[in-house]
């Protein structure tokens, strides 16, 4: 099938209805042939949003551990590790340890 070209291909502007040469018409973004006046780009707003998806989970989630943690108190080293490859203390007995506190008057008037 054929289709004219060249000079004197003419054309109407689908929105004012003028004549117009088919080389001096554009389609917009609704598929209308129209004139250089009415022609009107796609709105910014039209265009589809690109959302990226937040990190929510963990990749290989490992359960939160609580080891007790033991201190040596006055076993006569410097730091609760040994100078031996940083490893504990040993502790000789378990130590106790009681404070006080004095007392408190309150006075109201």
Same mark, same amino acid.
Request: one cysteine or more; aromatic letters at 14%.
């Given at each position: 099938m054929a289709f004219a070209a +060249?000079? %004197?291909?003419?054309?109407?502007?689908?929105?004012? +209805?003028q004549r117009y040469r088919l080389t001096d018409l554009k389609k917009n973004w609704k598929g209308f042939?129209?004139?250089s006046?009415? %022609?009107e780009p796609k709105e910014p707003q039209l %265009?589809?949003?690109? %959302?990226t998806a937040d990190a929510i989970a963990l990749?290989?989630?490992?359960?939160?551990?609580?080891e007790p943690m033991l201190v040596a108190l006055g076993s006569g080293v410097d730091a609760p590790f040994s100078s031996v490859g940083m490893q504990p203390a040993p502790i000789?007995?378990?130590l106790a340890a009681k +404070?006080?506190? +004095? #007392?408190? #008057?309150v006075t109201t008037t």
């Open positions: +060249g000079k %004197y291909a003419y054309g109407l502007c689908d929105i004012c +209805g042939m129209v004139c006046r009415d %022609y %265009y589809p949003l690109h %959302y990749q290989d989630p490992r359960p939160d551990r609580h000789p007995r378990p +404070g006080y506190v +004095g #007392t408190v #008057t």
